[in-house]
T-cell receptor
Framework: QQKVQQSPESLSVPEGGMASFNCTSSDRNFQYFWWYRQHSGEGPKALMSIFSDGDKKEGRFTAHLNKASLHVSLHIRDSQPSDSALYFCAASETGANTGKLTFGHGTILRVHP | EAAVTQSPRNKVTVTGGNVTLSCRQTNSHNYMYWYRQDTGHGLRLIHYSYGAGNLQIGDVPDGYKATRTTQEDFFLLLELASPSQTSLYFC?????????????FGEGTRLSVL
C-alpha cells in the first residue's frame, strides 16, 4: 500500500489563481512532511517542511498540517507560469534520524495564461 | 555552494549488462540516497547510507547493489541489468531530517536497458 498518497493527479489553474495540493499518510509513524517541486529535466527541489500542526507560510506558499488525520496540504497563491511543475509530498518517521524519506506519486501543476 | 553531482547523465546498456551510476556530494552530509523515478510511481527509495561503509535497504532494492566508499561518494550497481530497470535515477544527500533539512537532489541519470 502506498504510504504517502497525493491528490489530485493533475491540476490546471489560471495565472494569478490559487493552486492547492493534498497529501495523506497511511502510516502513523510518518509525522514530518516536506513538499518538493520538480521542473521538467531537473532534479526535485525542496520547497518547505512542516512538522507542527497548523499553517506555515513562506512567501506565496502555505503548508497546512493536521497531525491527527495525517493530512498535509500545500497552497500556492498568485500562481505563475513558472510554477508549472511536478509537486511531491514526502514524509519521514518521528525522530527523523533514520534519514529515510518516502515520496508520494506527485501532482502535475499547469498554470495557464 | 551545496551540490550533488551524478554521472553519467545518460546511459544505454543491454539486458544482462553491468552498470555503475556515480554520485558525489560536496556538502559534508552524512546521508546519501538513491531513488528511481517512474511515471505513476513517483520517487522510490532503492538504497541509502549514513556514512562511509554503511548501507541501508530502501523500499525497492531488488536487482540493485550500492556502495558508499567515502563521505562524498555513493555508487549504485546494476550487475545484470533488466529492461524493468529503465528509469530516471536520482541521488540525494542530507544532514539528517530532524532539523527540517530537506535532502538535496542531483540532476539525475537517465538509464535505458535495451
Amino acid at each position: 500500500q502506498q504510504k504517502v498518497q497525493q491528490s489530485p493527479e493533475s491540476l490546471s489553474v489560471p495565472e494569478g489563481g490559487m493552486a492547492s495540493f493534498n497529501c495523506t499518510s497511511s502510516d502513523r509513524n510518518f509525522q514530518y512532511f516536506w513538499w518538493y517541486r520538480q521542473h521538467s529535466g531537473e532534479g526535485p527541489k525542496a520547497l518547505m517542511s512542516i512538522f507542527s500542526d497548523g499553517d506555515k507560510k513562506e512567501g506565496r506558499f502555505t503548508a497546512h498540517l493536521n497531525k491527527a488525520s495525517l493530512h498535509v496540504s500545500l497552497h500556492i497563491r498568485d500562481s505563475q507560469p513558472s510554477d508549472s511543475a511536478l509537486y511531491f509530498c514526502a514524509a519521514s518517521e518521528t525522530g527523523a534520524n533514520t534519514g529515510k524519506l518516502t515520496f508520494g506519486h506527485g501532482t502535475i501543476l499547469r498554470v495557464h495564461p | 555552494e551545496a551540490a550533488v553531482t551524478q554521472s553519467p547523465r545518460n546511459k544505454v546498456t543491454v539486458t544482462g549488462g553491468n552498470v555503475t551510476l556515480s554520485c558525489r556530494q560536496t556538502n559534508s552530509h552524512n546521508y546519501m540516497y538513491w531513488y528511481r523515478q517512474d511515471t505513476g510511481h513517483g520517487l522510490r527509495l532503492i538504497h541509502y547510507s549514513y556514512g562511509a561503509g554503511n548501507l541501508q535497504i530502501g523500499d525497492v532494492p531488488d536487482g540493485y547493489k550500492a556502495t558508499r566508499t567515502t563521505q562524498e561518494d555513493f555508487f549504485l550497481l546494476l550487475e545484470l541489468a533488466s529492461p524493468s530497470q529503465t528509469s530516471l535515477y536520482f541521488c540525494a544527500s542530507s544532514d539528517g531530517l530532524g532539523q527540517g533539512l530537506a535532502p538535496l537532489f542531483g540532476e539525475g541519470t537517465r538509464l535505458s536497458v535495451l
